[in-house]
């Protein structure tokens, strides 16, 4: 039997960086939230061990793979003698800043947990999720959060669900150009949850972006004419709020041709979660 679950996208509703630690990583202040919109990666569970990846990724070898990372390290954790064959139906845009793979291995690290009844809770899959990706945790415990420190420090939260209309151009972001930038800012001061949940949000990265990227650029200026726009995370995709889905979706009709984009409700409870109940 197939099963089917969904590995939904994330936009950093605002990211600031706090200052930078003597190891090279950056102390910051962000806030996740879901949207209903995103990749579906399908689950066949078989009673041998052997894991199946029904989609390559080009260049990708397969025990790289964080899909394929992801099923291994939690057969490996709990002993399980069970295997699967995963596929997916691709829709977020790789390096655009939504958390794509990171969505994807979590998914798999609930789903299998889920079909394969190995009785992990959901900290023990965010602390293994934690070795696939510092944004895999968010994904795991399935709920919007504030997050501090190096982003390991997470408090639940209940952002307003607006619509999203999310856009990416044709440009692959590079993290490392981001965070090394001299001229990134690393001294945003740190502030309380409330008084950030009522101040104008941005994101201290987005400079940076615009800067060395101009089909950012461009795209930011375009969008901004129509409602609020902010970059998401360190990656390609700029997002613009709307109070309905239709207007929303007038935008998207006419967005430059060079970009691809989609339409999202935010989500405070991921779609994983939502759908894991009804499976229940």
Known sequence: MKTLLPSPAKLNLFLYINGKRSDGYHELQTLFQFLDYGDELSFEISDSPEIVLLNEIE?????????????????????????????????????????????????VLVGLNHLWQTGLSLEQLAELGLQLGADVPIFVRGQAAFAEGVGEKLTPCEPIEKWYLVLKPEVSISTAVVFGDPELPRNTPKRPLAELLNSQWENDCEKIVRDHYSEVEDLVAWLIQYAPTRLTGTGACVFAEFESKAEAERVLAIKPDNVQGFVAKGQNRSPLHQQLLLLS
Not at 79 to 84: E, L, P, T
Request: with cysteine.
């Open 59 to 107: 260049g990708v070898p397969t025990e790289q793979n964080l899909i394929y990372r992801a099923a291994k390290i939690l057969q490996d954790r709990t002993a399980c003698q069970r295997g699967a064959k995963i596929g997916i139906t691709k829709r977020l845009p790789m390096g655009g800043g939504v958390g794509g793979g990171s969505s994807n291995a979590a998914t």
